[in-house]
């Protein structure tokens, strides 16, 4: 077995060197160019497997050697060695399709940890997996499904937007199972569900005895997704003193657990997303903006499920099946008048919401045949009517009189209460019919001042 073939482009003889010794550690070949011209002769000769340059040379940018191996070499994934602290280098290199870069002077366990990742990356065939968790067949998934499948091949930090039940997580998770990092670990953190207090050990751990309470070592969040994928979902909702501690643990790929007095050196791909728009928290100053350019490298929108077309029957259909198939059930039929009623709906609570109608739907409908009744759809939808357009959020808070914050309270305070009135104050439940963790649930009591300190539900 042949050993895997690098190409190394630096005009530092001691930087080619040094890159030459630590891959034949690593059983890899090399070859070495000083400039552009060279590199892209050696392009032309070999077939390689990896390749590393520096981002001055004396004839260009190593930036232009990324976009050209992007454009004739898609399956040579290539990382680019930046100046220490050149955050702005860094960021212009992964956005231009590099793979990762390692900072001058070149920690070698970094490198090492770099190329390893590297190697596992399978040949782009452009083809996306048939997966039964993303469903959909509009123009608007299909190019999803495609920027997944680029995405999965880098380890540039992501930041996901779209609304609320849209399948973020689901998103993050795809790109995780289908890049190098695959069969590492996945760790999804709600940065909204933590207490202010408990977050620097939630995030990075702590150690015995640190502070009241802490009784043994505890892993963090980051060390639990060494070499894997940390997912910070609701990532806006981190509080100001964390997104500080936050951006150092991600430009110094290491943590400090409370208590203790060395950093504990990760790697870890950050994937994030929230529902909120993150430039407008940026722009509030409630985001620092130095973490959004971080951790905004590529950013990647996932579609309301209202601008999905005939995709909404196509995913009714589809949960229908699997819903009477897990019910022991036999499968019923939409009439024409709740297709229509679902085509014309607007799904505020998008994919999340599709599923719980139809979960209702199920249970209501009788001989089989599922009527706009059993939907239950607001106002006067169930006739299969078409809604106005929503108005904005602005809107409504405006008509309500206070601020868009008061007023968006007040919305999820109803639909909290609402859930726990129809489960009859179950929380475990209520949380499953809001599609949120139980965990998630009982803090966003406590801050409503609902949280009547009875026992969990859930043990």
């Given amino acids: 077995m042949t050993n895997p073939l690098a190409l190394i482009v630096d005009d530092e003889p001691d930087i080619r060197e040094l890159l030459e010794i630590t891959l034949a550690r690593m059983q890899i070949d090399a070859r070495s160019a000083d400039c552009l011209e060279a590199a892209t002769a050696w392009l032309r000769k070999e077939n390689f497997q990896l390749c590393l340059t520096d981002m001055n040379l004396p004839d260009g940018s190593g930036i232009t050697l990324v976009q050209t ?213 940026v722009a509030a100053g409630r985001f620092r903006q130095d973490l959004f350019y971080r951790i905004n490298v590529i950013q990647l929108k996932v579609p309301p499920l209202r601008e999905r077309g005939d995709d909404i029957l196509y995913l009714a259909q589809t949960f229908l099946k699997r819903l009477s198939r897990d019910w022991g059930l036999e499968e019923p039929e939409l009439n024409t008048t709740a297709r229509n009623a679902l085509r014309n709906y607007s799904f505020p609570g998008n994919v999340r919401e599709l599923q719980n109608i139809l979960e209702r739907a199920l249970t209501l409908c009788d001989h089989g045949s599922i009527q706009p009744e059993h939907l239950q759809l607001p106002d006067n939808l169930a006739h299969g009517e078409r809604r106005n357009p929503a108005p904005s959020a602005s809107a409504l808070a405006e008509n309500h009189g206070g601020s868009l914050e008061d007023y968006l309270f007040e919305i999820e305070k109803g639909a909290i209460l609402k859930a726990l009135e129809e489960t009859r104050w179950n929380r475990t439940m209520a949380a499953k019919k809001l599609g949120m963790t139980f965990r998630s649930l009982r803090y966003r009591l406590k801050k409503m001042g609902l949280d009547d300190g009875a026992e969990d539900d859930e043990k």
Avoid: W
Avoid at 95 to 114: I, N, Q, T, W, Y
Avoid at 249 to 270: D, F, L, W, Y
């Fill in 69 to 281: 191996i992007q454009k004739e070499y898609p399956n040579l994934p290539v990382a680019v060695i930046t100046a220490y602290g050149s955050t702005e280098a860094a960021v212009a290199s992964l956005k231009a399709g590099a793979f990762d870069f390692v900072s001058k002077p070149v920690e070698l366990a970094r490198l090492r940890d770099m190329v390893n990742t590297a190697l596992r990356l399978k040949p782009d065939t452009n083809d996306f997996p048939e997966d039964s968790r993303l469903l959909g067949r509009s123009p608007s998934v299909q190019e999803l499904k495609q920027k997944i499948s680029k995405l999965s091949r880098s380890q540039a930090p992501v930041y996901i937007s779209g609304e609320s039940g849209t399948g973020k997580e689901l998103v993050a998770r795809l790109i995780h199972e289908l890049g190098p990092r695959g069969d590492k670990p996945f760790v999804p953190v709600n940065c909204g569900a933590i207490p202010s207090e408990l977050m620097e050990s939630e995030f990075f751990g702590h150690k015995k005895g640190s502070f009241t309470g802490a009784t043994e070592d505890k892993q963090g969040l980051f060390q639990a997704a060494n070499e894997g994928t940390l997912f910070l979902d609701e990532v806006a909702d981190l509080p100001l003193p964390m997104q500080v501690k936050l951006l150092r643990a991600i430009q110094e790929k290491s943590v400090r657990p409370v208590g203790s007095p060395k950093e504990i050196p990760v790697n870890v791909r950050i994937v994030s997303a929230t529902h909120k728009d993150l430039a407008a928290e």
